[in-house]
């Protein structure tokens, strides 16, 4: 065994998990998947003292439809999302995102909510819920609080989430039906992060976009709106676009960085023509229609 | 640290183990239960070789704690063959298509197989190659596993498949 000793808990309630994150001080870390976590656990590079395991707590789990939206449980594992009817029909970019989102094996035992509350830049459910509006459900023994996804992340790997918090589900408002998915990304192999990509959905009303979400992977510190781009769209029609001024617009409010995968540059070059080739083929399927 | 009761199903016999809390489930089936063919590779959840199935579905034993499989079924290389010892179609197949050289990466990749290929599953040969992309193999360039999976892929289709493939 590798992971420095601790103690292991796995709570059937959330009122039980929230009270061991307290008791705690925040010498607790929550396991979900594991699939980030046991790696940093076998590296040492984490050393809780209690480990919370939400695996068994039934209030954690499922895919369901709500009001005004549909309630993704943190617990729900990634290969679930691929199986749901419900988010093929109503929110087709989560779908299309989880297939990019490690291998079939992690996406067995990995969950939503990990890959949500760990805040990896250039991870996809992040930007998804970013994109897309969603609402980060949060409890502690203090109380319940929600947190717009965009308001969520800090940082890399870093979240509002107090060491006492524990986040209880994701939601995610309505989108009207046959609204259209964007998802491109460049990774060196599948099942890679990203080096840089990109996630949005686009409503159509009238023939006008009548509502637009977009949101980068690892072109900043987090994920990130393109609310200059959403604005260039609304209004227009899908042959109305010019998804080279909205890529441009759309790069120019990010702050990508100089990593070991590659450079800023890259990132701002190889975005903008990932956006816009994402919109064109967007006009072509208008056109097409 | 915490020390825990676990009793699990392990090729298809039952198993139970006082198991400290950072035990991996890896770590449990090789050490206390016996069987090695799980391979441990890089420990931290990239390269495949410890791939078994928990529950039908294949997952990184070295990614989950052996407390987590407290009442799973597990399925290990051990677990596929026959007791008369007749290979699992999987195992066939990759014999037959030279599907391994130093056999390290080998019991992942056949369990990660043998859970999309099994009775009654219908599996595309993408579905399986993307699949696949959870395993490193250092010897064989991939081609004869690519054209076990695509074999299986084939057979896992049924008659209509066949026959569409024909066509």
């Known amino acids: 065994m590798k992971p420095a000793p601790f103690d292991y808990y796995a709570p059937a309630t959330i009122s039980e998990a929230c009270q061991l994150l307290s008791e705690a001080s925040g010498g607790a870390t929550v396991i979900a998947g594991g699939q980030t976590l046991m790696p940093l656990l076998n590296l040492r590079m984490s050393q809780p003292f209690i480990l919370v395991d939400i695996n068994n707590t039934a209030e954690m789990?499922?895919?369901?439809?709500?009001?005004?939206?549909?309630?993704?449980?943190?617990?729900?594992?990634?290969?679930?999302?691929?199986?749901?009817?419900?988010?093929?029909?109503?929110?087709?970019?989560?779908?299309?995102?989880?297939?990019?989102?490690?291998?079939?094996?992690?996406?067995?035992?990995?969950?939503?909510?990990?890959?949500?509350?760990?805040?990896?830049?250039a991870a996809e459910l992040p930007a998804c819920a970013v994109a897309l509006g969603a609402t980060i459900d949060i409890a502690s023994v203090r109380g319940t609080r929600q947190v717009p996804a965009s308001e969520f992340y800090l940082g890399p790997f870093m979240t509002v989430l107090e060491p006492d918090?524990?986040?209880?589900?994701?939601?995610?408002?309505?989108?009207?039906?046959?609204?259209?998915?964007?998802?491109?990304?460049?990774a060196q192999r599948p099942g890679d992060f990203a080096l840089v990509g990109v996630v949005g959905a686009l409503a159509l009303e009238a023939g006008k976009i009548s509502r637009a979400g977009i949101a980068w992977m690892a072109m900043g510190p987090t994920p990130l709106k393109a609310t200059a781009a959403e604005q260039l769209l609304l209004g227009k029609?899908?042959?109305?676009?010019?998804?080279?001024?909205?890529?441009?617009?759309?790069?120019?409010?990010?702050?990508?960085?100089?990593?070991?995968?590659?450079?800023a540059e890259y990132r701002r070059t190889v975005g903008a023509r990932l956006l816009a080739r994402a919109l064109r083929e967007l006009t072509a399927q208008g056109e097409a229609a | 640290?915490?020390?825990?009761?676990?009793?699990?199903?392990?090729?298809?016999r039952q198993y139970s183990g006082d198991v400290e809390a950072r035990t991996s489930l890896a770590d449990f089936l090789?050490?206390?239960?016996?069987?090695?063919?799980?391979?441990?590779?890089?420990?931290?959840?990239?390269?495949?070789?410890?791939?078994?199935?928990?529950?039908g579905r294949a997952v990184r034993s070295c990614l989950m704690?052996?407390?987590?499989?407290?009442?799973?079924?597990?399925?290990?290389?051990?677990?596929?063959?026959?007791?008369?010892?007749?290979?699992?179609?999987?195992?066939?197949?990759?014999?037959?298509?030279?599907?391994?050289?130093?056999?390290?990466?080998?019991?992942?990749?056949?369990?990660?197989?043998?859970s999309l290929t099994g009775e009654g599953k219908q599996c595309s040969q993408a579905q399986i190659e993307g699949a696949m992309s959870g395993h490193i193999c250092r010897c064989t360039g991939y081609q004869g596993i690519r054209r076990s999976a695509a074999r299986l892929a084939y057979d896992a289709m049924g008659?209509?498949?066949?026959?569409?493939g024909d066509a």
């Open chain 1, 61 to 121: 789990k499922g895919i369901s439809a709500v009001d005004g939206g549909i309630r993704i449980g943190p617990a729900t594992r990634q290969y679930e999302v691929l199986e749901s009817e419900l988010l093929v029909e109503r929110l087709p970019l989560l779908v299309e995102a989880v297939r990019h989102v490690g291998h079939h094996q992690t996406r067995n035992r990995g969950t939503v909510g990990g890959s949500i509350a760990l805040g990896e830049p």
């Open chain 1, 165 to 186: 918090e524990l986040v209880t589900g994701i939601t995610f408002p309505a989108w009207p039906a046959g609204h259209l998915p964007l998802f491109s990304e460049l």
């Open chain 1, 237 to 263: 029609s899908l042959a109305e676009i010019d998804p080279q001024a909205v890529a441009e617009a759309a790069v120019a409010e990010t702050a990508p960085f100089d990593d070991k995968r590659t450079s």
């Open chain 2, 1 to 12: 640290m915490s020390n825990h009761k676990i009793e699990l199903t392990i090729n298809g």
């Open chain 2, 30 to 55: 090789r050490d206390d239960a016996g069987f090695t063919g799980v391979h441990l590779g890089c420990e931290h959840g990239v390269c495949g070789a410890c791939t078994i199935t928990v529950d």
């Open chain 2, 65 to 114: 704690l052996a407390v987590q499989a407290n009442g799973a079924t597990v399925v290990t290389a051990e677990g596929l063959a026959a007791e008369d010892g007749t290979l699992h179609p999987v195992q066939q197949v990759m014999m037959e298509e030279h599907a391994l050289q130093c056999g390290f990466c080998t019991p992942g990749v056949v369990m990660t197989l043998a």
């Open chain 2, 159 to 164: 008659d209509s498949a066949q026959q569409g």
